[in-house]
Nanobody, 118 residues
C-alpha cells in the first residue's frame, strides 16, 4: 500500500495562488491513476485533476486555473492552484490507485484544508 501525506493548505485571498504537495511512501508500484480530489462542507468528494493512462484530466471547474505535476524521483505530486475562488474552499486529498492482486486499491491521504476568503 501507499501512504500519502498532503501539505501546503491554508488561507488565501480570492484571486491568489497556492501550491499543495503530496508525498508518497510505501509500496509504490502498479499505479493506475493518481490525482487530487476535494470535499467542501456538505458536499461529496469530487475530482480536481488526475493522471490517467498518460493523460491529465481536469474538472471543468478548475481547468485553466489549476495545474498538476509530479516528480517521480521524489515520489511527490503537486497541484498549482491559481486564480482561486471562494468556491475552491475545501479539504484537498491526494489519491493513488494501484492494482493489488486481481483488484484495485485506493489510497488516500488525510487531506489539507484550503480556504479562499477575503
Amino acid at each position: 500500500q501507499v501512504q500519502l501525506a498532503e501539505s501546503g493548505g491554508g488561507l488565501v485571498q480570492p484571486g491568489g495562488s497556492l501550491r499543495l504537495s503530496c508525498a508518497a511512501s510505501g509500496i509504490i508500484f502498479s499505479i493506475t491513476t493518481m490525482g487530487w480530489y476535494r470535499q467542501a462542507p456538505g458536499k461529496q468528494r469530487e475530482l480536481v485533476a488526475a493522471f490517467t493512462s498518460g493523460e491529465i484530466n481536469y474538472a471543468a471547474s478548475v481547468e485553466g486555473r489549476f495545474t498538476i505535476s509530479r516528480d517521480n524521483a521524489k515520489n511527490m505530486m503537486y497541484p498549482q492552484m491559481n486564480s482561486l475562488k471562494p468556491e475552491d474552499t475545501a479539504v484537498y486529498y491526494c489519491n493513488v490507485n494501484q492494482v493489488v492482486g486481481t483488484g484495485t486499491y485506493s489510497n488516500w491521504g488525510r487531506g489539507t484544508q484550503v480556504t479562499v476568503s477575503s
